[in-house]
């Protein structure tokens, strides 16, 4: 019976991981890249870290030795301890969201979405460990063919070779036949990967923080347009302007475009751009991107369209110091607080209301925008008071 239970568990568990994978290799898919494979290997040593996070409750690529659960310093060792034998990339979140909001949130934060959208991997590992409703994502990605390649013979002929490859920093690989296997899943993906993809129609409106930060002046902006390059499709990139539109109010020119020598963190590729829009995009709005460069002296372009998220119930736009809203006992509306700039923080909110009153559900879609359905009778109301002194009524009326 037990032996039974283990295997439901383990099939459960697989059936989890499956769905994640699936989540994830959607949205490659959908840029036009080339899919994942599940490893077991990197199950393991993400699984292995996202339980070092949660036990020493920490949030970190980086792991301590002598600490619980130390399998590891950084990404590379903990993939060699279960038995991987080349090097590996790392994405990971902790906090109280799911897995499916991990990929979310990651895709959100410009060096994390490159990681997911790089062009040499083809194999991933994730581990999700949870405790007391606090969970850690970990996500370890891979290179099949260079980890196959350090499965062979060291390479002992004459010519120019490669070493600090694999697991065995001292193993040779042939330099021709590093290169080569080094293309194989490069040149399986597009020449241009856009994010988001061209008519996308739920893209996340918002971004606030990631490590190392890309805004660190800002504490909350517009989700990044993005723009890569495939290394070995693509010639000498030179960007000429990088600019995004809504259908009714024309230009958004409050942006920062990243590049190269712009990227303050000096993460970005020569082939690697973003747009920041410094303040969040709306919900539910169509925008256009059009993104001019120069490829080996040739000009040329691209143009696309995408559509940012709409959501389920009404929106309630606070704009003003206070806002008062007629609705309904029972629906669900949504709270909107459209940040003043860039530099706006996360605000506490207090409810205020009488013993008639029965608040149903309350719960934040992101750090600006609150969900809340109410009860109770006509003319009762609930108070929504927020850190920065803004006031919101809700007003029942039938």
Not at 155 to 178: A, E, M, P, W
Not at 181 to 197: C, D, F, M
Request: glycine share 4%; with cysteine.
């Amino acid at each position: 019976m037990l032996r039974q239970l283990l295997l439901l568990l383990l099939l459960i568990s697989n059936t989890f991981a499956n769905d994640f994978l699936d989540y994830l290799n959607e949205k490659r898919q959908n840029a036009g890249m080339i899919s994942f494979k599940e490893n077991e290997l990197l199950n393991k040593a993400a699984l292995n870290h996202s339980k070092y996070l949660i036990k020493n409750n920490t949030q970190s690529h980086n792991q301590t030795r002598n600490r619980t659960f130390f399998t590891g310093s950084n990404s590379d060792e903990r993939a060699f301890f279960v038995g991987y034998d080349s090097f590996t990339s790392e994405n990971l979140t902790v906090g109280n969201i799911n897995t499916y909001e991990s990929i979310d949130s990651l895709f959100t934060a410009i060096y994390h979405r490159f990681i997911f959208l790089n062009f040499k991997s083809n194999e991933l590992g994730l581990g999700t460990f949870t405790n007391k409703n606090h969970s850690a994502s970990v996500f370890n990605l891979g290179n099949s063919n260079i980890n196959e390649l350090c499965k062979k013979r060291n390479f002992i002929g004459v010519g120019t070779y490669y070493r600090n490859i694999c697991k065995d920093r001292d193993f040779k690989i042939q330099k021709d036949v590093y290169i080569k296997t080094k293309k194989i899943n490069i040149l399986k993906n597009p020449n241009i990967v856009l994010w988001p993809y061209p008519n996308q129609k739920n893209f996340n409106p918002v971004f606030y923080e990631e490590t190392p930060d890309p805004l660190p002046f800002c504490g909350v902006s517009g989700n990044p347009i993005s723009v890569q390059f495939n290394p070995f499709k693509s010639g000498k990139i030179k960007l000429q302007s990088f600019k995004l539109y809504t259908s009714s109010n024309g230009e958004i020119k409050d942006t920062k475009v990243f590049t190269k020598k712009t990227d303050p963190n000096k993460r970005f590729s020569d082939k690697e751009f973003a747009l920041f829009p410094l303040q969040r995009l709306s919900w539910d709005t169509k925008y256009k991107v059009v993104f001019k460069y120069k490829e080996d002296g040739v000009l040329k372009s691209k143009k696309w369209s995408f559509k940012t998220k709409a959501l389920a119930y009404p929106l309630l736009n606070v704009s003003k110091e206070k806002e008062i809203f007629k609705v309904e006992a029972g629906r669900s509306n949504i709270l909107y607080f459209q940040p003043s700039n860039c530099k706006s923080t996360s605000q506490k909110y207090r409810y205020l209301y009488t013993d008639t009153m029965k608040i149903n559900e309350k719960k934040f879609i992101d750090a600006n925008t609150l969900l809340v359905n109410i009860d109770g009778k006509i003319g009762d109301v609930l108070k929504v008071k927020l850190g920065n002194k803004k006031e919101v009524l809700l007003e029942i009326v039938n």
